[in-house]
């Protein structure tokens, strides 16, 4: 009977330690918790239609939505509407070009590159400061098929990943400061 009764108070006591430990904490930070010094009060952004001055349709649309699902994901900014927001988000694709990496023993293109020039803009409307105005490139690969469809669908896979990408660094930048 003693011998049952000293295992559970060992058990308890054990179980009460590790409580105290997980309690007391280390001073870990979860990732997607810090924030840079100058946007520690902030809570909500805004992030504007991305504004698209290529030839590319749908361009704009695609980086918008990835934007926005990045930083939903991320989860240290709340997404509000731009006139209660304490920082707004703001994008010009500038650029998008197809540049041939890969070719056949013929010459023909197999492989392109898609790039896209971004001038990103984020603001503080508090303090009416402007913190970031910066121009990022974002790329991706495709191959080419010898069905039409198929390669469009490639070049559309390669504009999302564009879009993703560029959303990924544009977190990066704003919350993390590089």
């Not at 704009?60 to 997404?79: E, S």
């Amino acid at each position: 009977m003693r011998g049952i009764r000293l295992r559970t108070n060992y058990k308890f006591g054990f179980s009460l330690l590790l409580c105290v430990f997980l309690l007391a904490g280390c001073g870990y930070d979860l990732e997607g918790t810090l924030r840079p010094k100058n946007l520690k009060a902030v809570q909500t952004i805004s992030i504007s239609p991305f504004l698209n001055h290529t030839n590319e349709p749908g361009l704009g649309r695609a980086v918008t939505k990835a934007m926005r699902g990045i930083f939903l994901r991320d989860g240290r900014l709340r997404l509000s509407d731009a006139p209660d927001a304490d920082i707004a988000l703001e994008g010009v694709l500038r650029e998008y070009r197809l540049s041939p990496i890969g070719f056949t023993r013929a010459d023909r293109v197999q492989e392109y590159r898609v790039v896209v020039r971004t001038r990103i803009r984020l603001r503080d409307k508090g303090r009416k400061k402007l913190l970031i105005n910066q121009d990022l490139e974002s790329y991706a690969e495709f191959a080419v098929s010898s069905s039409i469809a198929q390669s469009d669908t490639n070049r559309s896979n390669a504009n999302q990943q564009v879009a993703v990408s560029l959303s990924k660094d544009v977190v990066s930048l704003v919350l993390e400061g590089f």
